[in-house]
C-alpha cells in the first residue's frame, strides 16, 4: 500500500462518513469490475458498485470497517485502489487571467499506453507485410520476423499478459484472459514451428497459406507460423485500449471542468469596504469574509454582492450564455465570470457547500451507478469469457477430429478466442452515462443517477406547481389604469406612498412605477393594517390601498376604474386604487407574473408526450388565469402540502407514470413520491434533495431539456447494449466456422469498443 494512501485513510477512518469512493487501478475490462465488486460486497456491511468507465467504486459501510480493510480487499483480487479526494484548488501557476484552471494533469497510464502502441504499431507492420507479399520474402525472412514479432508479443502484449496472470492467480478470467491465450498460442505455436518443424526452412508456409490450402486437405501445421497474428493482433487491441481511454477521459470532461472550476488566489478585504486588499488562497476564504471580484475574473465562492454592480457569465451553472445583472444584495455563484464592474462579495458559502461543489458531487454520484439494463449486460459478461474458453476449445477440437488439420483448427480456436472479448459490453452504460451527465451538468441539469433514464422513458403525466416553477414567485406590477389624472402622475404618487412600506405589493408597485429607483418623498406616511397607507405626496394629500378603503374616504371610482378592479380579481391579480383630491385616480395591479417561456415550456412537455397539470394553494381563480395563459388544461387549486401528495398518488393508482416539478419546501413530499422528481435549481435545498432531475437555472423551458436528455441518454445506452451484443452474436458462430482470421478478429474487436466510446461521445452534441 503507497504512503500517500496509508497518509489519506486516518482522516476516512473516523466512522463520521459511510460512503467513500475508491479510485481503482489495474482494471482492464468489464469482467475486472465485476470481480471488485463482488470482493467488495462479500464483506458484511458493505454495499459496492464499480464502475469501469470511471474507474472507481463507490462504497458504502459499516463504520466498523475501515477504508484500509477496503482497499485490502480489492488489493487481494489483484487490483490498486486508493481513497477518492475532492480535486484540490488550482495552483496559482495553473490559473489563468480569468481564473480558469489551466492544462489538464497528464495520464501515465495514457502516455504508457501510447508508447507500447506506438513502438509495436512500427515492428508490427513489415511483419504483416512480409507474411502477405509473397515478394517480399527474401531468404530466412521468417526468422527476421521472429525477431520483429518478440518484443510486440511480449513487451507490447505485457498488459494483458500481466492481467491475465493476475486473475489466474485467483482463479479468475478476464477478456484479457483471452487476449493473453490467443497471443501466446500464436507466438508459441510460431516458435514450435521454426525451431522444432520445418517453418524456418526455404519454401515453408504462412498461416494465410494454411487457410487458402484448407480444401486441399489435412496439413501438419509445422511448416505454418503465426507470428503476423501474435503481433497484429496486440497492436490492434493496443490501439483500441488507447483510443478507448482516451475517448473516456474525453467523455469525463464535463465533470472535470466542474471540479476544477475556480480561482487560485482571491483578494479579500480583512478591514471591510474601503481597506486595504491581501490575497490568499481560494481555499483559505470563510463564510463572511470580504472578496473582490475585477472584470474578467471568476467570483471566488458562493455570496452577496455588497458593493457594486456588473453582469455575471453564469454558464457553467446554468448554460445560458446571456449575462445576468447583479448589484447590492443580488446572490451570485462561485465560478461565474464577472464581466464589466468591480464587485465586492461576501461569502456565504466554501469549499464543499458551494453550488458548483455541489453539482460535481451529484453528476459523481449518477456516474457511479448502473442501470438495470447494465446490470444485465455485467451478469451475462460475467460468465462469459470462461464460456469462451471452452467454445474455443470445442473447435479445436472439431476442426481436429473432422480432419481439417492442425493449422485449420489452430486458427479457428485463436479466432474465437480474440473476438468474443465482451469490453463493448462493460462499456456500453458507463460511457454513456458519463457524458450525458456531463453535458447535463454544462447546460444546467443535473440527473441524480441511472435510474432516472429508465424513469423518464415510462413518464405520461407532468404535474407543475404554480408559484416559483410557472410564475416568478414574486409579485410584480401587470397593469396601471389611470383616470381622472396623467398616467405618469399616478404611477409617481402611488410609488412614494408606496416607498414607506416593506409589504410584497408596496415593493412591487414601487419596482413597477419607478424602475430607475427615482422615488418622490412622503411626509405623514401611515400603514393601515390590511387595507392600505395614506400620506401627503406634492403637498396633496393621498391614499392607496383596497377599494373599500377609498370609499370609506368618501373617494368614489369611475365606471373605468370600477371595471378595471373587478378584471383584475376575476383573473386572481391583486388591485389597489390610489386617490387624491376626494376621487379616485388609477388602479394598479400586482400579479405573480408568468414566467417568461412557461407557455413554451408546457407546449415542449406536451410534445414529448406529456399531460400537463397545474398543482397550487392558490385560489382557484389565480390558477385558472395561469393556466390559461401557459396552455394547461386540467387544475387543481387550493391543495395543502399533503394534498399534492395525496393528488400525485391518486394520479398513480389511476395507471399515470407521473413526474412533478417543484421548487418550495411544500413540494418536497410530491418530489419524492412522483416516478420523477424534477426540482428547479433556484427554489429550496428540501426540493433539490427530493428531486430526480434538477434544474440549476429557473427557466422551466430546462425542464422539458432534462427529460429529452435523460431519453436520449437511455436512447444510446440502448444502442450500445444492442450491437455490442449483436456483435459477438454475428462474430462468434464466424470465427468458430474458420471464417475470420484471428488478426481481423483482434481488429473487430478493438473496433467494437471504440465504436461504442463513440457513439456516447455524440450525446456532447445536445441541444
Known sequence: ????????????????????????????????????????????????????????????????????????????????????????????????????????????????????????????????????????????????????????????????????????????????????????????????????????????????????????????????IYLETAA????????????????????????????????????????????????????????????????????????????????????????????????????????????????????????????????????????????????????????????????????LAFWLVTGAGAAVAFTAAVAVLIIACPCALGLATPTALMVGTGRGAQLGILIRGPEVLEATRAVDTVVLDKTGTVTTGRMRLVDVVADGAPEDLVRRRAAALESGSEHPIARAVVAGCAPDGAVGAVEGFTALAGLGVTGTVDGVEAVLGRRSLLVERGMTLTPALDAAVEAAEDRGATAVVVGWDGAARGVLVVADAVKDGAAEAVARLRDLGLSPVLLTGDNERAARTVAAEVGIDEVVAGVLPEGKVDHVRALQERGRVVAMVGDGINDAPALATADLGIAMGTGTDVAREASDLTIVGGDLRVAADGVRLARRTLATIRGNLFWAFAYNVAALPLAAAGLLSPMIAGAAMALSSVFVVTNSLRLRRFR
Open 1 to 224: 500500500m503507497s504512503t500517500d494512501t496509508e497518509r489519506r485513510q486516518p482522516e476516512a477512518d473516523t466512522g463520521a462518513e459511510h460512503d467513500v469512493d475508491l479510485e481503482l487501478t489495474g482494471m482492464t475490462c468489464a469482467s475486472c469490475a465485476n470481480r471488485i465488486e463482488r470482493k467488495l460486497n462479500k464483506l458484511d456491511g458493505v454495499t459496492a458498485t464499480v464502475n469501469y468507465a470511471t474507474e472507481r467504486a463507490r462504497v458504502s459501510h459499516d463504520p466498523a470497517i475501515d477504508v484500509a480493510r477496503l482497499i485490502e480487499t480489492v488489493e487481494a483480487a489483484g487490483y490498486g485502489a486508493t481513497l477518492h479526494l475532492p480535486e484540490p484548488p488550482p495552483e496559482p501557476a495553473d490559473v489563468d487571467e480569468a481564473g480558469t484552471a489551466g492544462a489538464e494533469r497528464p495520464d501515465p497510464e495514457l502516455e504508457s499506453l501510447r508508447t507500447r502502441l506506438i513502438t509495436s504499431a512500427v515492428l508490427t507492420v513489415p511483419v504483416i507485410a512480409m507474411a502477405m507479399v509473397p515478394a517480399w520474402q527474401f531468404e530466412n525472412w521468417q526468422w527476421a520476423s521472429l525477431t520483429l514479432a518478440a518484443p510486440v508479443a511480449t513487451w507490447g502484449a505485457w498488459p494483458f499478459h500481466r492481467a491475465a496472470w493476475v486473475n489466474l492467480r485467483h482463479g479468475t478470467t478476464t477478456m484479457d484472459t483471452l487476449v493473453s491465450l490467443g497471443v501466446l498460442a500464436a507466438f508459441g505455436w510460431s516458435l514450435v514451428a521454426l525451431f522444432l518443424g520445418d517453418a524456418g526452412m526455404p519454401g515453408m508456409t504462412h498461416s494465410y497459406d494454411a487457410l487458402v490450402a484448407w480444401g486441399d486437405g489435412p496439413t501438419s501445421g509445422l511448416d505454418n
Open 232 to 395: 497484429g493482433v496486440t497492436t490492434f487491441l493496443l490501439a483500441g485500449r488507447y483510443f478507448e481511454k482516451r475517448s473516456k477521459r474525453r467523455a469525463g470532461e464535463a465533470l472535470r471542468a466542474l471540479a476544477t472550476a475556480g480561482v487560485a488566489e482571491v483578494r479579500v478585504l480583512p478591514e471591510g469596504i474601503g481597506g486595504p486588499e491581501r490575497s490568499v488562497r481560494a481555499d483559505r476564504v470563510e463564510v463572511g469574509d470580504l472578496f473582490v471580484v475585477r472584470p474578467g475574473e471568476r467570483v471566488a465562492t458562493d455570496g452577496e454582492v455588497v458593493a457594486g454592480t456588473s453582469a455575471l457569465d453564469q454558464s457553467l451553472m446554468t448554460g445560458e450564455s446571456l449575462p445576468v445583472e447583479v448589484g447590492p444584495g443580488t446572490p451570485v455563484v462561485g465560478s461565474s465570470v464577472n464581466t464589466t464592474g468591480r464587485l465586492v462579495v461576501r461569502a456565504t458559502r466554501v469549499g464543499a457547500d458551494t453550488q458548483v461543489a455541489q453539482m460535481a458531487r451529484l453528476v459523481e454520484e449518477a456516474q457511479a451507478g448502473k442501470a438495470a439494463v447494465q446490470r444485465l449486460a455485467d451478469r451475462i459478461s460475467g460468465v462469459f469469457v470462461p464460456a469462451v474458453i471452452l467454445l474455443s476449445l470445442a473447435t
